[in-house]
């Protein structure tokens, strides 16, 4: 068959030399269109194979390689094999061509074999990347790797093939630009770098909270290649960082926050100073009907009295000796209240904190930890906490400050005047 084509054209009157070069475009279109309908077949039969044994088994990897791809591309060895098997033949009266055809066959033997390679690669990040053990390890920086390693060793390979040069020319050719390499391929060389350490100290994990205020991102881990690193925010959009910027720039990561045993509330309000006053004993009796600070009022009442009368204190006037103000009340019911929620940790830290005074009044923070890390929850208890604090101030004389709005001015220019004239302030 192979000469029944060129045997034809001589039947014809064709010229021999053109007879068998039509002969030889014939049959590599015959061979052609062979190839291409065994690759059909075999990888019709292949694909419906595995995709039954994968549906039989619990495994999931198959399933994993038939979506990459795999099988379609171990098909492509059918064809292959074929036109190994058949090329001499067909080119038996053109060697001056087989050294050509050997190399492009070469090199698409190779392009398949990575290929292959590659699936099967893929497959594996998917695999490995849904199991727990493994789900927050950056999978992908390490595929990447990997297979930047073995399309490095095709190309040399395909070099060697094409130029019939030695490894050693290849090495000293690519060390005589290395310089021009090392700039076009920067930001890989150095994501590579970065993945090998935040890998191996730990620093950022799929799946992980992280603020990087110099990006925008803030939000969680969700991919970690050997270029970039992507944040989903809470807004979800998406955030794309370069992954040198984990070890060159600053950054948060709240896992400390999730692995540890609450989540911290720091959260001031600010009080008028001039509502603050010290406590006469008749006020003080209202104050102990407040049940979280009844005991306490008895108790710094007995100690403040001992002193007054050892040191002989004049309490004519309120401001000798020692006295308890409201100010200092208050603070003491805030600590007792936080002490009584059970949504938060008395592990750590709780306390209520008076700050350095302010033009806007004295800052009274809280600072505390919540059992619930999850952020809808927890800022639902942060509001709970702070609205029963807000509401409480009144009950002890005191006021919070806040800036004068529009009806604050409409309701004094409603006040009425001394002696018909403008009140001047």
């Not at 061509?97 to 690669?121: M, Y």
Request: net charge neutral; charged share 20%; glycine share 4%.
């Amino acid at each position: 068959m192979v000469y029944w084509f060129s045997d034809f054209l001589d039947s014809m009157g064709t010229e021999p030399y053109y007879a068998k070069w039509f002969g030889l475009v014939f049959n590599v279109l015959v061979i052609a269109l062979a190839a291409i309908i065994l690759r059909i077949i075999s990888r019709f039969v292949l694909v419906k194979i595995t995709e039954r044994i994968a549906v039989s088994t619990e495994i999931k990897f198959d399933d994993y390689l038939i979506h990459n791809h795999f099988f379609r591309n171990v098909a492509r060895l059918v064809p292959l094999y074929f036109i190994y098997k058949i090329y001499r033949v067909v080119l038996a009266d053109f060697q001056e061509l087989i050294p050509l055809f050997v190399k492009a066959f070469s090199i698409f033997c190779i392009i398949t074999v990575v290929l292959i390679i590659r699936s099967f690669l893929l497959s594996l990040k998917d695999y490995l990347k849904n199991i727990s053990k493994y789900s927050d390890k950056p999978i992908d920086s390490y595929i990447q790797v990997v297979s930047i390693v073995i399309w490095i060793f095709a190309i040399i390979t395909i070099i060697l093939n094409l130029f019939d040069t030695t490894l050693q020319h290849i090495i000293a050719t690519f060390g005589a630009v290395s310089a021009i390499v090392i700039l076009i391929f920067k930001d890989t060389i150095l994501g590579f770098v970065a993945s090998i350490q935040v890998t191996a100290n730990d620093l950022v994990r799929i799946g992980d909270w992280i603020t990087l205020d110099k990006y925008g991102a803030d939000g969680y881990v969700t991919e970690i290649n050997l270029a970039t690193v992507k944040v989903r925010n809470f807004d979800n959009t998406t955030t794309t960082v370069p992954t040198y910027s984990l070890i060159s720039d600053s950054f948060i990561n709240w896992r400390g926050m999730f692995d540890s045993g609450g989540r911290r509330i720091k959260r001031h309000i600010y009080i008028k100073e001039s509502t603050i006053k010290f406590v006469s004993d008749a006020e003080l009796e209202e104050f102990k009907k407040i049940e979280l600070i009844s005991n306490y009022i008895d108790h710094r009442k007995r100690d403040i009295d001992k002193f007054n009368n050892q040191n002989e204190i004049d309490k004519s006037l309120l401001i000798n000796g020692r006295n308890l103000t409201n100010l200092g009340l208050f603070r003491k019911y805030l600590h007792n209240y936080l002490l009584k929620q059970q949504v938060l940790s008395n592990d750590l830290i709780l306390t209520v904190r008076h700050l350095q005074p302010t033009d806007k009044g004295i800052p009274i923070e809280i600072y505390c930890f919540s059992k619930e890390k999850n952020f809808v929850n927890f800022e639902h208890i942060q509001s709970d906490i702070f609205d029963h604090i807000i509401a409480s101030v009144s009950y002890f004389d005191l006021e919070i400050f806040e800036l004068p709005s529009s009806s604050d001015f409409k309701h004094k220019s409603k006040q009425p005047h001394l002696n018909g004239q403008p009140q001047m302030d």
